[in-house]
Nanobody, 122 residues
Framework: QVQLVESGGGLVQAGGSLRLSCAAS?????????MGWFRQAPGKEREFVAS????????YYADSVKGRFTISRDNGKNRVYLQMNSLKPEDTAVYYC??????????????WGQGTLVTVSS
């Protein structure tokens, strides 16, 4: 079992930056899991944002965030991060952290956090 808690969301103006953090806890080693970030805007399906392999060496990004967002992890601190730069109003969503296998779909992840809201004003 893995428990995930996101933090770092908030209100930011377009062009600004935010850094999301996800803290993992539980009886299973954090480094056993690939980690992903997903987001869900009102009225839309949950969509893939970024993922990172267990060692941090393999990353994948959605085309919509490539070049603006960076995912990273610190296995010593059981944390995964999402640095978001050049934010756009269309990035507004609830952002979820997830643990599982390296995947760009929700089916690849077994554990989810409760989400943190990011609002980007124009």
């Amino acid at each position: 079992q893995v428990q995930l808690v996101e933090s770092g969301g908030g209100l930011v103006q377009a062009g600004g930056s935010l850094r999301l953090s996800c803290a993992a806890s539980g009886r299973t080693f954090f480094s056993n899991y690939a980690m992903g970030w997903f987001r869900q805007a009102p009225g839309k399906e949950r969509e893939f944002v970024a993922s990172v392999g267990w060692s941090g060496g393999t990353t994948y990004y959605a085309d919509s965030v490539k070049g603006r967002f960076t995912i990273s992890r610190d296995n010593g601190k059981n944390r995964v991060y999402l640095q978001m730069n050049s934010l756009k109003p269309e990035d507004t969503a609830v952002y979820y952290c997830a643990a599982g296998v390296v995947s760009t779909t929700t089916r690849g992840y077994d554990y989810w956090g409760q989400g943190t809201l990011v609002t980007v004003s124009s």
